[in-house]
């Protein structure tokens, strides 16, 4: 069975710093795609950012960046220049094919400080 | 002009009534989702369709049907409310070769049984 864990619950960040997002996961399939969704305090949810199990390359969308090691299970998010409006609870997820149900963490709370 | 749109945004119910919630998508997306968030924040997997076809049905109680009359629409009774099914319930879409897209959320309905 796929599980995701993220082991920061709440995370505090200075504004214009950089801040990393732990999130680990576990599963016994090849093919899976990796996923970050940001919910802020107004409740919608976001999509930020995805990895495919197979890209060489880590993810990049503007100042989102996935910190993946396959061999680790670790799907790092990494937000550059944190900025007030990146406070929020950020979801790591992780789907086996395009048919497949999302899995969801418990979700990391992230505060920026100004 | 909203891509997933949920109504209503708000939901309070005595226990033992029946409600309904009504989503959807003007995307053209093929698969649509019902998640369930508990007052922890944690996310699950409801149901999902795919061109109205049922492929995802979670461990639900049978109170919890979904119906999608179209691709574009994904509805979700309620039959029997009880005090645990308070929660905010999204409605989600994404493309069938869902791959780097990830979904698209809409707001959220909360519900609240008294």
């Known amino acids: 069975a796929q599980k995701i864990t993220q082991t920061q619950p709440g995370m505090f960040v200075q504004e214009k710093e950089a801040v990393t997002l732990d999130c680990t996961y576990d599963?016994?399939?090849?093919?899976?795609?990796l996923f970050w969704y940001k919910q802020p305090s107004s409740g919608e949810m976001i999509f930020l950012i995805y990895?495919?199990?197979?890209?060489?390359q880590n993810a990049t969308e503007g100042r989102y960046s996935l910190n993946f090691q396959k061999a680790r299970k670790s799907a790092n998010l990494v937000i550059s220049a944190s900025q007030l409006g990146d406070s929020a609870m950020y979801f790591c997820?992780?789907?086996?094919?395009?048919?497949?149900?999302?899995?969801f963490g418990p979700g990391t709370s992230l505060s920026v400080i100004p | 002009d909203t891509a997933v749109s949920q109504t209503p945004k708000y939901l309070v119910t005595q226990m033992g009534n029946d409600k309904s919630i009504k989503c959807e998508q003007n995307?053209?997306?093929?698969?649509m989702y019902w998640y369930k968030q508990d007052s922890k924040k944690f996310l699950k997997i409801m149901f999902s369709?795919?061109?109205?076809?049922?492929?995802i049905n979670e461990t639900v109680p049978n109170r919890f049907s979904p119906k999608s009359p179209d691709k574009a629409h994904l509805n979700l009774h309620i039959n029997s409310l009880e005090l645990g099914d308070s929660a905010v319930y999204f409605c989600?879409?994404?493309?069938?070769?869902?791959?780097?897209?990830?979904?698209?959320f809409g707001s959220g309905t909360r519900l609240t049984v008294v």
């Open positions: 599963t016994s399939d090849q093919s899976y795609g």
């Open positions: 997820a992780m789907s086996k094919t395009s048919y497949d149900k999302v899995i």
């Open positions: 369709y795919n061109n109205k076809e049922l492929i």
């Open positions: 995307l053209g997306h093929d698969t």
């Open positions: 989600a879409s994404s493309p069938t070769d869902r791959a780097n897209y990830g979904y698209t």
């Open positions: 990895q495919g199990s197979y890209d060489e």
